[in-house]
Structure formats: C-alpha cells, structure tokens
C-alpha cells in the first residue's frame, strides 16, 4: 500500500504522463495547425487523398506553396457544409 504522500505523487506523474501523450496526439494529428498538407488534410478528413483531389476539382479552395497543396481547416469545413445536402449555400 502507498502511504498519502506517494499517492499524491502517482496521481501526479499519471496526469503529466497522459497529458503529454494528448498533446503529442493533438500534434501528431495535425489538430494544431492551421493549414495542412494535403496528406494531413485526407488524414484529418478520414478520406483518402483521391477523394480530397475531387473535392478541388469540385471548387475546394487550395494554397500551393513550392508546388505542394496545402489546405485551410477553416476553408475547407466551409466547403464542406456547402456540399451537404439541402445546404443553403450550395
């Protein structure tokens, strides 16, 4: 058995360990950022990246930089909800 002391020392390195590990998730997830290659941008979308490249096709605004597609979040969740069905804006 772990007297107070120790408890309260557990508690406190499983709270920075498993918060360090949703910050390095939150990163690794591109969640951080406000623009994202269009690999993390498929990833972030849980589509593949053929599917993204329709989308541009289909109007999806894109940044390219040096020759490679980035992607606004913010941008493309508006396109996205254009595109819903019974959309106002579509």
């Known amino acids: 058995m772990l007297d107070e002391k120790q408890s309260q020392d557990l508690q406190q ?3 920075e360990l498993t918060n360090e590990a949703v910050k390095k998730a939150v990163k690794d997830a591109g969640s951080d950022k406000e623009f994202l290659s269009q690999k993390e ?4 979308l849980g589509i593949s990246v ?3 490249k329709t989308y541009v096709q289909k109007g999806l605004p ?3 930089i040096g020759g490679r597609n980035f992607y606004s979040k913010k941008e493309v969740s508006k396109f996205l909800l254009r595109q819903q069905i019974g959309g106002a804006n579509k």
């Open 13 to 15: 390195y499983i709270y």
């Open 62 to 64: 894109i940044i390219v």
């Open 50 to 52: 053929n599917t993204l």
């Open 41 to 44: 941008m498929a990833l972030w």
